[in-house]
């Protein structure tokens, strides 16, 4: 059975203080199981204090970008050698509101993902359809470039050492999620297009949904049989909800649907 992965994404937010109390609430309700991994990824800023209140917490830390080089003239850029270095164990790559507003195409984030590997962290690959692409039934059209970029840069083997996640852009933020029934569709889709390059690595991939998720609607996206966990935004933020989310995941684990 895959682990189940839940990772907050709190994308621009949070503060010293309200981190520090969002931590401390996570870290007296999360103790830890072989069936579901946990993480936070918090604005590169707050890395060391992160890292600092969660060790020895069953709780990873992961950072939201990466430069896809390693060191040198790029102002602004983070190296993932340098994520690794704070105790960083992911870091997420291609997410849609960069695909979006710093223009990452799929080859620069294929480059992303190599770096990240090749400074030993898992990348989660963020993958995902607009709109108007799902209403012009380019769904699937649209992830199999995102994916087909990085299978083809990086290779089907280095998906044993990294997570996707599959995030329909208008689901995001939005309080729209994907009905279970087209989020499975996509999941089964993604699984068959790695399976169709190697099987074993297909079967080992953790795909997780992001995309409005919930405490609520968790457990139903959680237990269908492609979907490994979830890449989780907004309520990431409010320690009820991710508790929530990450006691669905092992609820669902428990069952042994996931
Ligand atoms: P959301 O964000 O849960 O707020 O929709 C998910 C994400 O962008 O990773």
Not at 68 to 89: N, P, V
Not at 219 to 237: H, R, V, Y
Request: charged share 20%; with cysteine.
């Amino acid at each position: 059975m895959r682990k189940a992965l839940v990772a907050g994404n709190w994308k621009m937010n949070g503060s010293l203080a309200a981190n520090r109390e969002l931590l401390s609430a996570l870290s007296g309700a999360i103790h830890g199981s072989d069936a579901v991994a946990v993480a936070v990824c918090p604005p590169a800023v707050y890395l060391p204090d992160v890292v600092s209140q969660l060790q020895g917490k069953p709780i990873s830390v992961g950072g939201q970008d990466c430069s896809d080089e390693t060191a040198g003239a790029f102002t602004g850029e983070i190296a993932a050698d340098m994520l690794k270095e704070l105790g960083c164990e992911y870091v997420i790559v291609g997410h849609s509101e960069r695909r979006a507003r710093q223009q990452e195409d799929s080859a620069w984030v294929a480059r992303k993902f190599i770096a990240a590997q090749s400074a030993g962290l898992v990348p989660i690959l963020c993958v995902g359809e607009q709109l108007d692409d799902r209403e012009a039934g380019r769904t699937e059209a649209v992830v199999a470039e995102q994916l087909d970029a990085v299978l083809d840069a990086a290779g089907v083997a280095a998906f044993d050492r990294a997570v996707v996640a599959y995030e329909p852009v208008w689901a995001i933020g939005t309080g729209l999620t994907a009905s279970p029934e087209q989020a499975a569709e996509v999941h089964a889709f993604i699984r068959a297009r790695v399976a169709g390059r190697d099987p074993r690595v297909a079967d080992g991939l953790r795909i997780l949904y992001g995309g409005s998720v919930k405490a609520d609607n968790a457990p139903g996206l959680f237990s269908l049989p492609d979907i490994d966990g979830g890449l989780i935004g907004g309520a990431s933020l409010d320690a009820d909800s991710f508790i929530g989310i990450v006691n669905a995941a092992a609820a669902v684990q428990a069952q042994g649907n996931v």
